[in-house]
């Protein structure tokens, strides 16, 4: 019970106005020992997110801002002379945590990015040949703001697909945001005084619980079927790889495991659809131009592929 409780507590709190939806695709993501990046302009409660999801499973969260002077090191850490043991002493960097937090990645240098999905795709950082393991669980929370243009370093296709599910987040309606400025004292109140729900120890227990959720073979077929019809799109450069497809399902496996289930329905499959595939799909530069999105594409996709029935 313990993420879904936190879930619930989360998201019926009545304080992250709007955000149920990213707070269940981050759980998920977690769950799935995956990663996230969050697409969104400034002031739209990402740290918030981050920092109320900590707090709630017991784990720790550091938050680095991504620039173009940091360096590598100041995100995995380095080794220095201890003058007193006359050794090499390793001084751990901030992705030795459970939540990190790297703000506007797109900001930082191409050498950093790489040292970071580097660390994240291994789950561990190699300094002048020692390995050290990273900490379980773990899971980077990037985000990047669409609208910078200047001293960004976009992320290449290939960085892309190290993350599990894009988020793109936004504005909150005009009544989320009057409930929003209602309650902004409150809100900062509720996050510093959050008590946990859950230790780190159910968290991993039930990171592993999730892979035991059972499949159909018509969810597998329909999975299959919706990857295969990205690359068939007339407006598709590059359709979605089978990674892709494996990140839809653990993706639906997270999320059912999250809704209390323990086997997969298509609608799981449809909800993480568009998050797990948008940003794993190149657009045809004509179609770009027209203002067409990957986003409508998967929707498109989504909407023309027949749904299995039970």
Request: aromatic share 6%; charged share 25%.
């Amino acid at each position: 019970m313990g993420v879904r409780q936190a879930y619930s507590y989360i998201t019926g709190s009545g304080y992250l106005i709007e955000k149920e939806r990213e707070v269940k695709l981050i759980l998920a993501a977690l769950i799935a020992r995956g990663h996230v990046l969050i697409e969104g302009v400034p002031g739209v409660a990402k740290t918030t997110i981050a920092k109320t999801i900590a707090r709630t499973l017991s784990l720790d969260f550091k938050r680095v801002q991504m620039t173009p002077d940091l360096l590598p090191m100041d995100i995995i850490g380095y080794k220095i002379f201890d003058q007193k043991t006359a050794e090499f002493k390793f001084v751990k960097g901030p992705i030795f945590t459970n939540i990190l937090l790297a703000d506007e990645i797109n900001r930082a240098s191409p050498r950093t990015q790489s040292a970071l999905l580097e660390a994240m795709q291994e789950r561990q950082v190699t300094i002048e040949g020692e390995t050290f393991r990273l900490d379980e669980p773990f899971i980077v929370l990037a985000t990047q703001n669409p609208i910078e243009m200047e001293g960004v370093f976009p992320l290449p296709e290939a960085q892309l697909d190290r993350f599990l599910v894009k988020i793109e987040t936004g504005y909150p309606s005009t009544k989320g945001f009057v409930e929003m400025l209602k309650k902004v004292d409150e809100i900062e109140a509720w996050v510093e005084a959050i008590k946990p729900v859950v230790t780190k120890e159910e968290v991993l227990n039930e990171i592993r619980s999730a892979r035991d959720v059972k499949v159909d073979e018509a969810v597998y077929q329909y999975i299959a079927s919706l990857v295969e019809e990205t690359r068939r799109h007339h407006a598709v450069r590059l359709g979605a790889s089978p990674r892709s497809g494996i990140a839809v399902l653990r993706m639906a496996k997270a999320v059912a495991y999250l809704e209390g289930r323990n086997y997969v329905i298509p609608d799981d499959v449809k909800q993480v659809l568009a998050p797990t595939l948008s940003h794993r799909i190149i657009l045809k530069p004509e179609y770009e131009v027209e203002g067409l999105t990957a986003g409508r594409v998967v929707e498109e996709i989504a909407n023309r592929v027949p749904v299995p029935r039970p």
